[in-house]
Each structure stands twice: as C-alpha cells, then as structure tokens.
C-alpha cells in the first residue's frame, strides 16, 4: 500500500480527473487483496471495483465501509463455478446478493470469467436472473 500510494495513486489521480471531467465513469480491474488501497481508490473516484474476490477480500465488511461509494463487480466465487454443483452454485450466487446488494451498487458476476462447463453458467445466471440481478457475461 505505500508504495502504490507513493508512485501509482499520483498518476493514477491524473488519469481518473481526467476520466471524469470528461464525464465518464471508472470501473478499476484489481485482483487480489484490495481492502488496503480500496479507501484510496474511493478517493480518487473509481465508480466500480472489479472483480471482488471473495478469497481474498473481507466483501461484507468492505461493502458496510464503501458500499454508498463504489459499485461492486462480480463476487461470485469462480472457484465454485468452476468445480462446485449447480445446487452449490446457486447457493453462492444467493449468498453473494445477499451479501453485496443491500442498497444497490451490485453487479452479480463471477470473480473471475475462465471456460466454465456450460451447465455451471446457466445455474449461475438462473440463479442470478430469479433473483432480479444481472451479469453481462
């Protein structure tokens, strides 16, 4: 986290003003453990934080901190889309909801899009879809 915020987040800065002055959102791709630079991020404006890993990120905890800030991006553990049963999957995708869209500000999506067996993306987007959520894969 210093260094990110000594040498990233300055330059960073730079391109999001710029980003917005034109009117534009900002969806930042950033895997991995991102709860020591997400209040930065929300500082510098990000609209949306994708993936949300949920292996490696607190995302009940982050959503109660960030959730009226930023807008959560995906979520679903793409560990069990990959490998789990389709009842499995469908409890993820609820647990996830659940967990992330109180109050708005969620895209229900994998946290992670590799080659998933095509009956663990249709229980995925089932579940997803009877719920009133929406994913763009």
């Not at 900002?26 to 895997?31: E, G, L, P, R, V």
């Not at 979520?75 to 409890?91: A, F, K, V, Y």
């Given at each position: ?131 009133g959520h929406y994913e763009y894969a």
């Amino acid at each position: 986290p210093a260094v990110w915020g000594k040498f990233i987040k300055p330059e960073l800065e730079k391109l999001y003003q710029s980003c917005k002055d034109a009117g534009l959102l900002i969806k930042q791709h950033c895997c991995g453990a991102v709860g020591p630079i997400l209040p930065g991020l929300v500082e510098l404006g990000v609209d949306i934080w994708d993936p949300c890993q949920p292996t490696s990120n607190d995302l009940a905890r982050m959503k109660k901190e960030f959730g009226n800030s930023i807008c959560f991006w995906g979520g679903i553990n793409s560990q069990i889309i990959d490998c789990g049963t389709p009842d499995e999957i469908r409890q993820e995708v609820r647990h996830r909801i659940e967990e992330l869209s109180a109050g708005g500000g969620y895209v229900a999506a994998p946290s992670h899009y590799v080659p998933f067996k095509d009956e663990n993306i249709q229980a995925m987007r089932d579940e997803i879809y009877s719920r009133g959520h929406y994913e763009y894969a």
